[in-house]
C-alpha cells in the first residue's frame, strides 16, 4: 500500500521503455515481458486531468532460463526440491508507462508538456532522466539530432511560441505594448558534475565551486580574479541570453559537445557526467539588474577586503603571541587617527553598497514575482547511467581505475538524489539530504522552490540482456514514486 503521508508527492515518475537498439538486435537478444496496466476506468490514450492524476503500472516477465528445467538440488548429500523464482515483478505507483512505440514528440506532448505551462507561469519544474548506461537518457533529453528532438528542443520551441504570443497580445516591441526591456528572453545555464566536481560547459569547461551564498542561496561560480585596483571578483557560472529558438538551440549545441563522454560494455558514446541545463525565462531588465548586483558584491568584497587587512595590521602592530595568547604589547603604537577615518570609511561604504543590494534584490522580486512569465525555469537533468559491479554476463567488463571512480561517484550522488526524492514526496522541508553529493547540492534551490514541480523519467531497455539493470532502475522508480 502507498505511504498516506506521501500523497502530496511533487515528483512525477514516468517511465519510458525504448525500442531494441541496433547493438542488441545483432546480438539475437531476447525481449523482456513488458505489461502495461492503466488506471481503472481510463483509457491508455485519454489525456483529460482524471488521467494525469491516475497511476499506471508495469509488469515485468523474464524470459525462460535453462535452470528452469532443473527440479531437484542436492544440499549435504540429500536431494531437495529446488526452489523456483518468480519471473514476474510487478511496479506501480507511475504517472505515465511509454511503450516502445511512443516518440519523442508523443513523450513531450503527454509527459513533459505541463512542466513547460509551469514555467510559463513563472513556475520551477525540473525534469530527470534515470537509467542504466544506453537506456536511452541522452536520447530522451538531448534528443539525437537526426529528426528526433529531445525533451529541451521541444520546450524551447514551445516556449518562445508562447512568448511570442504573449508579445502580439501585449502590442509587442513593435505596437508598443511591451518595452524592449521587458521583453521575455531565454536565459542559457550548461553545466555537468563529473567525479565530483562542476564544470562551466558554456564557460570553456573551467571548473566551478557551489557554495551557499550570505543569503542562504546556492551559488556556482569559478576562479577569483584580484584587479589592480584591489576589486576582487569571481566568475559567475556562464550564461547565454537566446531572442530566438535557433539561438538557444546553438548554445546548448556547443555545450554537449564539450561534454565528458566514455565507452562501456553498453555504450560506446556513453555520459560519464551528470549533465544540468538550466532554460529560464528572463527580460534584458533582470539581466541588467544582475550584472549590476554582482559589480556591487565585488566593490563590496573590496572594501571588506582593505577593512579586514587594516585591522589586521593594526592589531599585529599592538599585539605579540605568547604561549599561543595574542598579549599588548607595553610599548604598543596607538591606532592613528588617520587608521580610525579609514576604517569609518570602510564601513560607511559598505553600508552604503549593502543598501543599494537591498534596494535591487526588491527589484528582482518584483520583476520575477508577477503574474507574468518571467522567472520561470526548466532545468533539465540528463543523469550519468547508474552502474554496478563489473558483470561479464551482462556486458559490464573489467573496469580500470578511473572506471571505478567514475561509478562510485556516480553511484553516491545518484543515491543521494533518491534521498532527496523521498524528502520531497514526504513534504518535507529538510535541507541537510541536499548536502550528500554536488549533484544534490546544485539543484537544491530548483527542487525546494515553492510551487516547483518533478518530472523524473525512468529509462529501460526491452532487452533481456539487461535484466538486472531493468530492474534496479524500477525499483528506484517505484520508491521514488513513494510505493
Not at 523519467?457 to 524500477?474: D, E, G, L, Y
Amino acid at each position: 500500500m502507498p505511504n498516506p503521508k506521501k500523497r502530496g508527492s511533487r515528483v512525477s515518475v514516468h517511465v519510458r521503455i525504448r525500442p531494441l537498439s541496433e547493438n542488441e538486435l545483432k546480438r539475437g537478444d531476447t525481449k523482456l515481458e513488458l505489461e502495461i496496466s492503466s488506471p481503472p476506468d481510463v483509457p491508455s490514450a485519454d489525456l483529460a486531468p482524471a488521467a494525469r492524476h491516475s497511476k499506471y503500472g508495469l509488469k515485468l516477465t523474464t524470459p525462460p532460463t535453462d535452470s528452469d528445467s532443473v527440479k531437484t538440488v542436492q544440499v549435504l548429500g540429500f536431494t531437495v526440491p529446488k526452489m523456483v523464482a518468480r519471473r514476474d515483478k510487478s511496479y506501480r505507483g507511475f504517472r505515465r508507462v511509454a511503450s516502445e512505440e511512443t516518440d519523442n514528440r508523443n513523450f513531450f506532448r503527454t509527459s513533459v508538456s505541463p512542466a513547460v505551462r509551469a514555467a510559463l507561469a513563472g513556475r520551477t519544474s525540473c525534469v530527470f532522466a534515470y537509467g542504466h548506461t544506453g537506456a536511452g537518457k541522452s536520447h530522451t533529453i538531448l534528443g539525437d539530432g537526426a529528426g528526433e528532438p529531445g525533451m529541451y528542443e521541444q520546450a524551447s520551441a514551445a516556449l518562445f511560441e508562447q512568448m511570442a504570443e504573449r508579445m502580439r497580445g501585449a502590442g509587442g516591441e513593435e505596437g508598443g505594448g511591451v518595452a524592449a526591456p521587458d521583453a521575455p528572453l531565454l536565459q542559457v545555464r550548461f553545466g555537468e558534475i563529473y567525479n565530483g566536481e562542476f564544470y562551466d560547459l558554456l564557460g570553456g569547461g573551467a571548473r566551478c565551486y557551489v557554495r551557499e551564498d550570505a543569503d542562504g542561496k546556492i551559488r556556482i561560480r569559478g576562479e577569483t580574479d584580484v584587479g589592480t585596483d584591489g576589486t576582487v571578483s569571481t566568475k559567475e557560472q556562464a550564461v547565454a541570453a537566446a531572442r530566438l529558438h535557433g539561438e538557444a538551440l546553438e548554445i546548448v549545441r556547443a555545450g554537449i559537445a564539450a561534454r565528458k563522454v566514455g565507452s562501456s560494455g553498453i555504450h560506446d558514446q556513453s555520459s560519464r557526467s551528470h549533465a544540468v541545463l538550466e532554460l529560464e525565462i528572463v527580460s534584458q531588465h533582470i539581466i541588467d539588474l544582475r550584472e549590476k548586483m554582482n559589480r556591487l558584491l565585488s566593490e563590496k568584497i573590496k572594501i571588506g577586503h582593505q577593512h579586514d587587512v587594516l585591522k589586521v595590521d593594526i592589531h599585529a602592530r599592538q599585539h605579540v603571541k605568547e604561549e599561543g595568547m595574542w598579549v599588548r604589547k607595553p610599548d604598543a603604537k596607538p591606532t592613528t587617527e588617520e587608521e580610525y577615518e579609514t576604517i569609518a570609511r570602510l564601513k560607511k561604504e559598505s553600508k552604503a553598497i549593502e543598501k543599494q543590494l537591498e534596494i535591487i534584490k526588491t527589484a528582482l522580486e518584483a520583476a520575477t514575482s508577477g503574474a507574468g512569465c518571467l522567472g520561470g525555469t526548466l532545468v533539465f537533468v540528463d543523469l550519468a547511467g547508474s552502474e554496478h559491479a563489473g558483470n561479464a554476463a551482462e556486458g559490464e567488463l573489467s573496469k580500470t581505475e578511473t572506471e571505478q571512480n567514475e561509478c562510485r561517484e556516480i553511484n553516491k550522488s545518484l543515491g543521494a538524489l533518491g534521498t532527496c526524492f523521498r524528502t520531497l514526496s514526504t513534504g518535507s522541508r529538510s535541507g541537510s539530504c541536499y548536502r550528500g553529493s554536488k549533484l544534490t547540492m546544485v539543484l537544491r534551490d530548483h527542487l525546494r522552490s515553492p510551487d516547483a514541480g518533478t518530472i523524473m523519467v525512468a529509462a529501460i531497455s526491452p532487452s533481456s540482456f539487461h535484466t538486472t539493470k531493468t530492474i534496479h532502475t524500477m525499483q528506484y522508480a517505484q520508491l521514488v514514486a513513494g510505493y
